[in-house]
């Protein structure tokens, strides 16, 4: 587990320094969860980059940091594009490229609600919105998740950021099955006691991708 930030922050030099090309890192999960004081430690680092060729280079600058490859079976992660796991002895590493579940996109949105940390010569560090890291948070059926969830909710979210971006990954990819899983998992939250004031029109959008399914 890791407990300080800053462990990653020497990672991330450490990057840096090895890297030939510019890569825009954004942090999506509980790291970002850690760094804001959210959640006291967090077992890995989940980040995505944009583009192939960031992705290629962060890859082989790890791996010259001696991480490898690993694909073990995660309960709870079966909705999640994961591009590649890696880890060394003391942390492991999810990366995704560009697309976080099926058609449910890091958008040029959540881009922009990013907010930056850390600036070196050849790499930029962002955090996601706590409002994407909600959303991507519901996705999973991990129990930890949910609990985080809980606390962003608690600590207090744009509700209606977090429905914009679902009607517009909707509109710009075709309605998809992660609307359900969304959908779903805020019924669960709203059971633990937290006001979903979205949570009517999110079972509007659930209604009509199952709908879209009959027309099939």
């Given at each position: 587990?890791?407990?300080?930030?800053s462990d990653y922050e020497s990672l991330f030099n450490k990057i840096n320094q090895l890297s030939k090309l510019n890569i825009d890192i954004y942090v999506i999960g509980g790291a970002a969860l850690l760094y804001r004081e959210i959640k006291p430690?967090?077992?890995?680092?989940?980040?995505?980059?944009?583009?192939?060729?960031?992705?290629?280079?962060?890859?082989?600058?790890?791996?010259?940091?001696?991480?490898?490859?690993?694909?073990?079976?995660?309960?709870?992660?079966?909705?999640?594009?994961?591009?590649?796991?890696?880890?060394?002895?003391?942390?492991?590493?999810?990366?995704?490229?560009?697309?976080?579940?099926?058609?449910?996109?890091?958008?040029?949105?959540?881009?922009?609600?990013?907010?930056?940390?850390?600036?070196?010569?050849?790499?930029?560090?962002?955090?996601?919105?706590?409002?994407?890291?909600?959303?991507?948070?519901?996705?999973?059926?991990?129990?930890?998740?949910?609990?985080?969830?809980?606390?962003?909710?608690?600590?207090?979210?744009?509700?209606?950021?977090?429905?914009?971006?679902?009607?517009?990954?909707?509109?710009?990819?075709?309605?998809?099955?992660?609307?359900?899983?969304?959908?779903?998992?805020?019924?669960?939250?709203?059971?633990?006691?937290?006001?979903?004031?979205?949570?009517?029109?999110?079972?509007?959008?659930?209604?009509?991708?199952?709908?879209?399914?009959?027309?099939?």
């Amino acid at each position: 587990m890791i407990e300080n930030f800053s462990d990653y922050e020497s990672l991330f030099n450490k990057i840096n320094q090895l890297s030939k090309l510019n890569i825009d890192i954004y942090v999506i999960g509980g790291a970002a969860l850690l760094y804001r004081e959210i959640k006291p430690s967090t077992k890995d680092i989940d980040i995505v980059v944009n583009t192939r060729e960031e992705f290629d280079e962060l890859t082989r600058a790890l791996k010259i940091l001696n991480f490898r490859d690993f694909s073990p079976q995660i309960t709870g992660y079966d909705n999640f594009n994961l591009a590649k796991k890696l880890k060394n002895e003391d942390m492991h590493i999810d990366i995704f490229l560009k697309e976080i579940c099926s058609k449910f996109s890091f958008s040029k949105e959540m881009v922009k609600r990013s907010e930056k940390i850390i600036s070196l010569d050849k790499i930029k560090i962002y955090l996601s919105s706590n409002e994407d890291i909600f959303s991507f948070k519901t996705m999973t059926e991990r129990p930890g998740d949910l609990d985080d969830c809980i606390s962003l909710a608690q600590r207090g979210l744009d509700w209606n950021v977090i429905l914009i971006e679902m009607k517009s990954q909707i509109k710009n990819s075709g309605k998809d099955i992660w609307i359900t899983w969304i959908n779903e998992r805020l019924i669960d939250i709203e059971e633990k006691g937290i006001v979903i004031p979205i949570l009517d029109q999110t079972n509007k959008l659930a209604i009509t991708y199952n709908e879209s399914l009959d027309v099939k």
